[in-house]
């Protein structure tokens, strides 16, 4: 007699590459993200389904940098956050400086591969100080005024103290054609800027990967002041090291690029 057995493919839908990469890499290693609903997720771990209730979401934002979740099981409240490793760094508790160290060496060789790094931390909560926590919450979420300011007030207050976990890395592919058609715009003399979060190492690396930057260029010109009187300082440098550049060169081809990373928020 013969049995037949049809297996459910497990197939995920994420609102960014990142977060579809993250959650398959941890199938992969037997966390299973199973399913969500409004007030709870469901995973299984090593074959054992375990239920979390969803207490809150601190959402991501360009200024925060970061993203936390708050749950519950069993009765323990924990917040779990990840974002980018120096708001992480600036929100830990004090204490294990190994892992710090260990975690920044792995950071910064995957930057220097051209990966998307992410750091995770973890707190745990009591119980009535998150229930007073989550009532100006729900205040700062309904104000009428001010309230995004009024909620990352709130978040800074429960996003402290935290316990560094590790750090992620994921391969920024392009989409097809990126290269090229960056480089046909680079033929036809038009100038073009990129925007990024990235650390430095990683925006370069991709820089090259998409065609932004190339090995016929002189130099890559670094900006990382952060008030205005040394950006304009370092950007007047930077003319006469452009003009010296060109009077050496025989071809009118030499380019060379600027790369900023003034953050006006810190």
Not at 70 to 88: E, H, M, S, W
Not at 99 to 123: D, S
Not at 130 to 154: P, Y
Not at 165 to 185: F, M, S
Request: with cysteine; net charge negative.
């Amino acid at each position: 007699m013969l049995g037949w057995i049809r297996l459910r493919k497990l197939e995920y839908q994420a609102q960014s590459p990142d977060e579809a990469a993250l959650v398959s890499a941890a199938r992969n290693f037997g966390f299973v993200f199973k399913e969500r609903s409004p007030n709870s997720i469901t995973i299984e771990v090593m074959g054992q389904r375990e239920v979390y209730e969803l207490l809150c979401i601190l959402d991501f934002n360009n200024v925060r940098k970061r993203m936390s979740v708050i749950l519950r099981r069993n009765g323990q409240l924990r917040l779990y956050c990840k974002g980018a490793d120096n708001v992480i760094y600036e929100r830990l508790k004090a204490g294990n400086r190994e892992l710090k160290t260990k975690t920044q060496e792995h950071l910064n060789k995957f930057a220097g591969e051209g990966l998307r790094t992410l750091c995770l931390a973890i707190r745990d909560l009591d119980e009535v100080f998150f229930n007073n926590w989550k009532h100006r919450h729900q205040e700062a979420a309904v104000s009428m005024e001010n309230r995004d300011e009024k909620l990352d007030a709130i978040y800074e207050e429960i996003e402290t103290d935290m316990t560094l976990l590790g750090a992620t890395a994921i391969e920024d592919k392009l989409q097809d054609g990126v290269p090229q058609a960056i480089a046909n715009l680079a033929m036809a003399d038009i100038k073009m800027w990129v925007l990024t979060g990235d650390k430095q190492e990683t925006a370069i690396n991709i820089g090259y990967s998409c065609q932004l930057l190339t090995d016929e260029m002189v130099d890559i010109f670094i900006v990382d002041a952060h008030t205005f009187d040394e950006v304009e300082l370092q950007l007047i440098k930077l003319r006469e090291s452009i003009r010296s550049v060109a009077k050496q060169q025989s071809a009118p081809t030499a380019v060379s690029i600027v790369t900023f990373r003034w953050d006006p928020h810190r």
